[in-house]
Structure formats: structure tokens, C-alpha cells
């Protein structure tokens, strides 16, 4: 059997590695920015992953949709994790993410009480 492996094999080895370099040198960019962080965890949130969502559905499509929106979710993070620079950036997007949630929360408590004081 013919363990060599060949030419091509190597050269969609290497194909994938620089598409992995670039993948992670764009997601660090993205996170450089306020901007890309607060994109980065809204997709995290779309994608099933920020708050626990569970799918109770009886409709099979849905499941399907979701369980594949949590896996582009899940391989983002993959790539995040591998790298202490990007893993960095990621939990600076969840702190910034969820300070700015809180704010949100409880400016609409504020708004619910003010409402039940002038009824």
C-alpha cells in the first residue's frame, strides 16, 4: 500500500492551513473594533449560543435550521479558541456584550416601574 501522500494531497494541506491563517487574521481584525465584537456576539446570540435556548419545536425543519445555525456558531468559536489573541478578543466581546445588555435591562425596568408608579 502506497503510504506516500501526493503532490495534491499536500498542496489542499497547505490550501487549508492558509485558509485558516486568513480566517483568523480577519476574525482579529473584526474584533480590533467595538463594532466587530458587538457583531461577533449578536451572530454568537443568533446562533443559539449567548443565552440557552432550547429547541422545543415538533417542526423537524426548525430543529434542523437551528441545530445548523449553533454549528456555524460552535465552528466560529472553535477558531476563536485557538488562539490566545482571538480568545482574548472573544471574552472582551462577551464583558462588553453583556455590561451593554444589563444597560438595556434595566433601563426597561426603570420604564416598567415608571409606568406602574403613574397608573
Do not use: P
Request: aromatic residues 6%.
Amino acid at each position: 500500500m502506497n503510504e506516500d501522500v501526493s503532490a495534491a494531497d499536500k498542496m489542499r494541506r497547505i490550501a487549508d492551513q492558509k485558509v485558516a491563517a486568513k480566517d483568523r487574521t480577519a476574525l482579529l481584525h473584526l474584533l480590533e473594533a467595538a463594532e466587530g465584537r458587538w457583531f461577533l456576539m449578536r451572530l454568537f446570540e443568533r446562533c443559539h449560543l449567548v443565552k440557552s435556548t432550547s429547541f422545543l419545536t415538533s417542526d423537524l425543519n426548525d430543529l434542523l435550521v437551528k441545530e445548523g445555525e449553533r454549528r456555524v456558531g460552535i465552528y466560529i468559536q472553535s477558531i476563536l479558541t485557538q488562539n490566545a489573541a482571538l480568545l482574548a478578543a472573544k471574552q472582551k466581546a462577551e464583558t462588553e456584550y453583556h455590561a451593554f445588555m444589563q444597560e438595556m435591562q434595566s433601563l426597561i425596568r426603570a420604564a416598567e416601574q415608571d409606568e406602574e408608579e403613574s397608573v
